[in-house]
């Protein structure tokens, strides 16, 4: 009875509690910085703070703040990014807008930029990302163990048909010869087909199905792993 009173007392005394308070604070002080931003270098050093990106340059809040070129880092924790990856590319560009297109006519165009890349689907023997521009418009990455960075998957889509628009012999062009439809132009296919070809598993259905959804993607790399 006497040992439970007098750590009883110890425990409600002023030091006591005061050594209590300070370790709850060193506690939260190092939960706080934990879950601090941070971006690792190709070289393997972690920076931590508030990271923020503009003109291809991260930029690490801190005494001073640290100015960091996105082509010597390799991944970042950041809230405000979905993904953790970190890219430096040229950007092959599409759109999938109608007021873009035109008929029988790839438009080809491209952007210098950095984008952060979300891993969304990972095996042995290749890795699917995904990102959005910041026009909103999707792109895919793969990469495969022998390639140092993700590779764009790409993609463009264009008009085909409605020829009677540029020209008066509309009898010539009625009915279904008169409709204009969105051709897609499937550059991801062929670089995949590359990869996997000499996979028997995946059938010709498939790839003649294959398209730029992240379910089509995915659906086709598992079976390519489990081809030997």
Partial sequence: MKTWYIAYLTYNSPIMKLLLSFA?????ISGVSQNTDYLVKNNGDTIRGEISLSNKVFYVSGTPEMAINAEDVVKIKVKKYKGNTVLLCKLLTYSDNLSDMQID???????DTVLILDEIYHTPKINLYYT????KTPYYFYKTPSDPRP???VV???LQGGLANYTDDRAKYRGERSYVN???????????????GNCTKI???????LSYRSYSLKNIIKTYNNCK
Avoid: H
């Fill in 132 to 135: 959005v521009a910041s026009d």
């Fill in 203 to 209: 059938t010709q259905p498939m790839w003649d199905l």
């Fill in 182 to 196: 969105i051709a897609e132009d499937k550059g991801y296919v062929n670089q995949l087909f590359a990869i996997m």
């Fill in 156 to 158: 463009r889509y264009f």
């Fill in 151 to 153: 590779i764009q998957l």
């Fill in 24 to 28: 709850s604070i060193l506690l939260t």
């Fill in 105 to 111: 006519y790839v438009k080809k165009g491209s952007s």
